[in-house]
């Protein structure tokens, strides 16, 4: 029937072909390289879309610089007319109301350099080594002291 040999071999064979198509099903069924793909389509999704977030920001911080100049002028262009008409119309032709300056945009859009802030100061420095303002015995040791100064000291009593 059959040789020992050509047995032997197509067992082998079969044996490796089997083998290369299982490492290939396992490869393309890998979990990890699934889910690692699925991250991967998850993340640039993600950023498309705060690429879009970030677009749309912007374009809504431009219309609303546009819109707030164009108020910003129509406020002028009415200021203008009520000032020219208080001129005109008052009875000593000078008018409290002044125009307005045309031509130079309300709002600029370069950022102005900013000083430093300070502290505020509208509280009561503290002293060194003194209770501040807001420490709970603030105050009580100079009513102490007031008292003790109105009322004279008691002599000890006699032995």
Do not use: W
Not at 64 to 77: G, I, K
Not at 128 to 142: I, N, Q, R, T
């Amino acid at each position: 029937m059959f040789e020992l040999t050509t047995l032997v071999a197509t067992g082998v064979i079969a044996f490796l072909v089997g083998g290369a198509v299982g490492y290939f099903i396992l490869e393309r069924l890998k979990p990890a390289q699934q889910s690692r793909a699925a991250l991967e389509k998850q993340f640039s999704e993600m950023q498309e879309q705060q690429q879009a977030y970030q677009q749309q920001v912007s374009g809504h911080f431009d219309r609303t610089a546009e819109l707030l100049n164009d108020l910003a002028e129509s406020y002028r262009s009415v200021h203008n007319h009520i000032a020219e008409g208080a001129q005109t119309l008052h009875s000593t032709g000078i008018s409290p109301l002044q125009p307005l300056p045309e031509g130079r945009p309300v709002l600029e859009s370069k950022a102005t350099p900013r000083t430093p802030s300070e502290q505020p100061l509208d509280y009561a420095p503290r002293q060194p080594g003194s209770k501040g303002a807001l420490h709970e015995e603030f105050g009580l040791d100079k009513d102490r002291q007031r008292k003790e100064e109105a009322e004279p000291p008691t002599p000890p009593p006699p032995l």
